[in-house]
């Protein structure tokens, strides 16, 4: 079955602390993903990488950063989280032919 | 710019009443369209695409180029039907570009 796992379900964070993400793919997957999901504005892409040490900015980038130093492992920083970063991070995978899947979210909540 | 445009936040419908969610996209290419859905407590995942042409629990959705629309729709819906919907985009390489979504209350 596959599987995408995020390794926090929910984080409450103090502003100015630095915030890691771990998203974890058993699907030998070329690509991964990490979109924020936030109500009205629905899911917007915030960095992706389609190789090993290899990323790319999505739509919102800025205050974020990526490491993917293993192919199954796709891990997001937030350098000195802020109240405006308090959202569901959602991380996907998929082969280059397509359909993403998706992991279970983390709810980060910034005090 | 690539948009997808999902104009209805909320729509609500009783059991038995058709359904259709409504997306528009921005596009002068071919684009791949994809709905994915969010059920309560769910992780998302895909619903159908428009290249696979298929029915999935009673959606389908077509890919209207002259329009620039991808509308989804179920002829009778369920109380099951409940969920997020999200219209998602692919114009090129591999990220797929989301709508705002729309929530689908089916009443009893």
């Known amino acids: 079955d596959v599987k995408v796992t995020q390794s926090s379900r929910y984080l409450v964070k103090r502003t100015g602390e630095k915030v890691f993400l771990e998203c974890v793919q058993d699907?030998?997957?070329?690509?991964m993903f990490w979109y924020r999901q936030d109500p009205g504005l629905g899911l917007r892409l915030i960095y992706f990488s389609y190789d090993v040490k290899m990323k790319e900015k999505g739509d919102i980038p800025e205050g974020y950063s990526v490491s993917r130093e293993k192919k199954e492992r796709f891990s997001l920083i937030l350098e000195s989280a802020s109240t405006n970063q308090t959202s569901m991070y959602l991380c996907a995978s998929s082969r280059n032919t397509g359909e993403l899947f998706f992991g279970e979210g983390s709810r980060l909540t910034v005090l | 710019a690539q948009r997808v445009t999902q104009p209805e936040k909320l729509l609500s419908v009783f059991k038995g009443a058709p359904v259709e969610l409504k997306c528009n996209y921005s596009?002068?290419?071919?684009?791949?369209l994809f709905w994915y859905v969010q059920y309560s407590r769910q992780r998302l995942q895909l619903l159908l695409r428009h290249i696979s042409r298929e029915s999935i629990k009673g959606f389908t959705a077509d890919l209207n180029k002259g329009e620039t629309s991808f509308h989804l729709k179920k002829p009778f819906a369920q109380e099951e039907d409940s969920a997020m919907y999200y219209c998602a985009f692919r114009g090129g390489f591999q990220k797929l570009v989301f709508g705002t979504g729309t929530r689908l209350l089916v009443s009893p």
């Open positions: 596009y002068s290419g071919s684009p791949e």
């Open positions: 699907m030998d997957h070329e690509n």
